[in-house]
């Protein structure tokens, strides 16, 4: 993948993953952070009219995240028009509080379904043909393509916050209010999605 924006990213990640830090929380939080989290909620449903506030809020988020997961600026730009078509059709009955992760769901969702088909067709541009008796370049980027490949098969709330802290460098007070968790919830989740992440890149 060659996409500034992700590059910091996933070095930040990598950093991470690589080197434990002994301050990670402890992972009893996630059945404190289930019994915060309720009163977190606002028990209200989006309004239409609010629509184009939140769409503009977050469109470019989820166009990013779609990017990260399918590595293509063309199929994020499908996909991200399709995810909010589909929260415009639902917006009313959407909890206010937990909007943006539904939003985020509902991108994971429709992102493996489009790689899904996708992978029964073999889509080869024949000018890439060309770059096979090249010599690699003596300076060649990272590659983080074992790493992209892990955050794709997170669940999608916790690719959300790796998303929300590693690449959008959200605070976890900032995630919280985002996603409708608190903050003790978004530290269980970073905490064992970097944990999931550790032991795929270990194998």
């Known amino acids: 993948m060659k996409h500034g924006f992700y590059d910091a990213g996933y070095h930040s990640l990598m950093s991470k993953l690589l080197i434990p830090s002994s301050s990670s929380p402890d992972l009893r939080f996630s059945f404190a952070g289930r019994a915060e989290r309720l009163n977190i909620f606002s028990g209200k449903n989006m309004k239409k009219e609010c629509f184009e506030e939140f769409l503009s809020a977050h469109e470019q988020r989820i166009f990013r995240y779609l990017l ?15 995810v909010f078509i589909a929260i415009y059709n639902k917006f009313e009955s959407i909890d206010e509080a937990t909007a943006l992760a539904y939003t985020y769901r509902v991108a994971h969702n429709k992102a493996m379904t489009f790689m899904k088909q996708r992978s029964r067709y073999v889509n080869v541009d024949p000018s890439s043909f060309v770059n096979v008796l090249k010599t690699p370049t003596p300076h060649a980027e990272p590659d983080y393509t074992f790493l992209h ?36 919830a978004v530290e269980s989740l970073l905490v064992r999605a970097k944990r999931i992440l550790r032991k795929k890149l270990c194998r």
């Open 68 to 82: 990260g997961l399918t590595a293509s600026e063309d199929d994020a730009k499908d996909l991200v028009q399709a």
């Open 149 to 184: 490949d892990a955050l794709r098969e997170l669940p999608h709330r916790m690719a959300a916050v790796i998303q929300l802290q590693y690449f959008e460098k959200l605070s976890y007070k900032e995630i919280s209010g985002q996603l409708g968790i608190s903050v003790k």
